[in-house]
C-alpha cells in the first residue's frame, strides 16, 4: 500500500498548513494513521495519530493545542492541520497506516506498516 502525503511547503513563523494523506488502490478507513516528522540530522518523531474511527487522537507535548489530527472515512484521508507555526517544526513529514484493522492509536513507528514519500513543511523565522 502506498501512501500519499501533500500539503507541504514555506510559511512564516505564526502560519499555518494543512497536510493531508491519503492511499493510493485501497482504503484504510479501517486502520489507524500517524504522522512522524524528520528534520535533517535528526532522527524521526511521532507528532500526532489517530484511530480508525477517529474518536481516539494523541499528540506529542511540543504540538499539543497546535496540531489537530482528523479524518474523513468517506474521502479516504487523513489530515494534520498545523497552526502557529514554528520554525523547529521545519521537518519532512510522513504519513503511516497500521496494518492491523480496528487498532488503538498507536505512537510506535515500529507498529506502523505503509508509509508515504514524506512532504516537506519549511517554517521560516
Known amino acids: 500500500v502506498q501512501l500519499q502525503a501533500f500539503g507541504g511547503g514555506l510559511v512564516q513563523a505564526g502560519g499555518y498548513l494543512r497536510l493531508s494523506c491519503a492511499p493510493s488502490?485501497?482504503?484504510?478507513?479501517?486502520?489507524?494513521v500517524g504522522w512522524f516528522r524528520q528534520a535533517p540530522g535528526k532522527e524521526r518523531e511521532f507528532v500526532a495519530a489517530?484511530?480508525?474511527?477517529?474518536?481516539?487522537?494523541y499528540y506529542t507535548d511540543s504540538v499539543k493545542g497546535r496540531f489537530t489530527i482528523s479524518r474523513d472515512n468517506a474521502k479516504n484521508t487523513v489530515y494534520l492541520q498545523m497552526n502557529s507555526l514554528k520554525p523547529e517544526d521545519t521537518a519532512n513529514y510522513y504519513c503511516?497506516?497500521?496494518?492491523?484493522?480496528?487498532?488503538?492509536?498507536?505512537?510506535?513507528?515500529?507498529?506502523?506498516?505503509?508509509w508515504g514519500q514524506g512532504t516537506e513543511v519549511t517554517v521560516s523565522s
Open positions: 503511516a497506516a497500521d496494518r492491523q484493522l480496528w487498532g488503538p492509536v498507536q505512537v510506535d513507528p515500529r507498529t506502523y506498516d505503509y
Open positions: 488502490g485501497r482504503t484504510f478507513s479501517n486502520n489507524a
Open positions: 489517530i484511530s480508525w474511527s477517529g474518536g481516539s487522537t
